[in-house]
């Protein structure tokens, strides 16, 4: 009668315990779920940005025929289009996306062969795209240019 006791015991203090955690469990979840829902969300606006900023290097990347640096900046363009998707799923332009993907994959094509006549008409093809997109999304005042001048003056575009 004593071990039925205690085991009883036993069992009950390990279902106060597990239950216990179970609800230290629960509110942890709801707090992940709430900085999930009101965390920093970058705008369109940011992202695209960070490409503005990706294709001007890519440009100069491709010019100095430094390929891996051009490779990386598109790399880049990738990850921040995939950004779009994934943050700014609700905005209506994103649904046009996917007309850069012909000009992108150009630009890819010309790289992997290292061809420095294609990669500046695959180039231009990308900016006119661009171009075209914010036309279509009602962005034209947003018009995206060859760059003349490096983003940055602290960056080396040659091979090294």
């Known amino acids: 009668m004593k071990k039925l006791a205690a085991i009883l015991a036993v069992i009950g203090i390990l279902t106060s315990c ?3 955690q179970n609800a230290e469990v629960q509110r942890l979840q709801a707090q992940v779920d709430s900085l999930r ?3 920093y969300r970058p705008g369109l606006g940011e992202f695209m940005m960070g490409i503005q900023v990706h294709h001007a290097k890519l440009w100069f990347a491709g ?3 430094n390929w891996e640096l051009a490779n990386f900046e598109m790399a880049e363009i990738k990850e921040t289009m995939d950004g779009i998707k994934q943050y700014c799923a609700d905005r209506p332009e994103v649904k046009l996306l996917k007309l ?3 000009a992108m994959d150009s630009v890819n094509a010309a790289i992997t062969q290292k061809n420095e006549q294609q990669f500046k008409s695959s ?3 990308l900016t006119t795209t661009c171009n075209d997109c914010h ?3 009602q962005h034209a005042f947003n018009v995206i240019k ?3 001048t490096p ?3 602290n960056q080396v575009f040659t091979t090294q």
């Open 135 to 137: 036309h279509a999304t």
């Open 37 to 39: 829902d009101n965390g």
């Open 63 to 65: 010019e100095a025929q």
């Open 151 to 153: 983003p940055y003056s």
């Open 18 to 20: 597990n239950s216990g």
């Open 123 to 125: 180039y231009l093809l």
């Open 146 to 148: 060859v760059p003349d």
């Open 100 to 102: 850069i993907d012909p």
